[in-house]
């Protein structure tokens, strides 16, 4: 079963605290449940997730970070994400695509990202192709608003975490043409949590303290 990634937060707070009976908790301090308490959840909480990001070098972060979260918890790559960044070049789309089989197997040693031989590809597959949608289209922004009606990010008003969905229309959509156009580890689940991640999704239920700021 597919799940969005506010209900991951939430399972991932609940099995580190132990807990056996889960109560889902729509709001936590004001927040949306899934940050729980977390200092991590709760900062990546309060300063990124569902602000608008407009930048090219943050979006291909993004999804570097986005696509190595594939089959793991979010916390794993959100507690590894400096290692990626030191890993994948401060996270530069233009170095990480003229990276080569020989630093696959530095990589492989490397102890500050996850060692999945497939998914260290996959990013510098994924970044030549960031890179032509960058000729075709003038940015990846750009190309992301071209799958949202008027080219508008999407406001939803959800009131609980059970009313997000694992995907939308537009993830659907842009999933499939990455995929076309040769993404690795990136379908429709992942991308609609990179469009939330973003902001192009802002899923931040109606009471949460980030609709007043």
């Known amino acids: 079963m597919q799940t969005s990634r506010s209900i991951c937060f939430l399972f991932d707070w609940v ?7 889960i109560i889902m908790q729509d709001i936590v301090n004001g927040r949306c449940g899934w940050c729980g308490t977390d200092e991590l ?10 602000n608008l990001v407009t930048d090219d070098k943050t979006l291909f972060e993004f999804l570097v970070l986005e696509s190595a979260q594939a089959g793991l918890s979010w916390i794993t790559i959100l507690r590894k994400r400096e290692g990626y960044r030191k890993a994948f ?6 170095r990480v695509a003229q990276m080569t089989d020989e630093d696959v ?3 492989m040693h490397f102890e500050g990202i996850v060692k999945n031989r497939l998914k260290i590809k996959s990013t510098i597959t994924n970044a030549r192709q960031f890179l032509a949608i960058q000729k075709e289209f003038g940015s990846f922004y750009d190309y992301t608003l071209s799958f949202f009606p008027d080219r508008k990010p999407i406001v939803n008003t959800f009131c609980s975490l059970s009313e997000i969905p694992a995907s939308s229309p537009e993830s659907d959509a842009m999933s ?7 993404f690795k580890f990136f379908g429709t689940t992942i991308c609609y949590a990179h469009l939330q991640a973003s902001g192009f999704i802002n899923d931040h239920l109606k009471d949460c303290i980030c609709r007043k700021k």
């Open 41 to 50: 959840y709760v900062k990546y909480h309060d300063q990124e997730w569902g």
């Open 89 to 94: 070049c401060d996270f530069d789309a233009e």
């Open 105 to 107: 197997e530095r990589l």
């Open 176 to 182: 499939k043409d990455m995929k076309k156009r040769g």
């Open 15 to 21: 099995l580190k605290q132990g807990i056996k009976e």
